[in-house]
Nanobody, 123 residues
Framework: QVQLAESGGGLVQAGGSLRLSCAAS????????MAWYRQAPGNERELVAV???????NYADSVKGRFTISRDNAKNTVYLQMNSLKPEDTAVYYC?????????????????WGQGIQVTVSS
């Protein structure tokens, strides 16, 4: 079973920076994509940024130019550098990883979620 461990959240003032990390572990054969989502109270979960196996990235319009997603393939870890944070960035951030894992001797596609980490930006 693929598990994700997130770290790096917290409280920061508007204009500040935070760096989130998410490490994947378990019987991983390959990773196709690693992404960050967020969910604010009363809102649906939304995609913030995603990085694909080849290194290409996509960002939500609301974070373009402020957030940067990167990946350490050797460590199966994805990072989200968040700069110029705004109060509207306040949310629980979730890591998602998709790929291929070896489960009970069988290659299976997987999509795993982290437990979520709180990011709070004060005005």
């Amino acid at each position: 079973q693929v598990q994700l461990a997130e770290s790096g959240g917290g409280l920061v003032q508007a204009g500040g920076s935070l760096r989130l990390s998410c490490a994947a572990s378990g019987p991983i054969l390959s990773i196709n994509s690693m992404a960050w989502y967020r969910q604010a109270p009363g809102n649906e979960r939304e995609l913030v940024a995603v990085i694909f196996n080849g290194g290409s990235t996509n960002y939500a319009d609301s974070v373009k130019g402020r957030f940067t997603i990167s990946r350490d393939n050797a460590k199966n870890t994805v990072y989200l550098q968040m700069n110029s944070l705004k109060p509207e960035d306040t949310a629980v951030y979730y890591c998602n990883t998709q790929g291929l894992a070896l489960t009970s001797g069988i290659r299976r596609n997987f999509s795993s979620w982290g437990q979520g980490i709180q990011v709070t930006v004060s005005s």
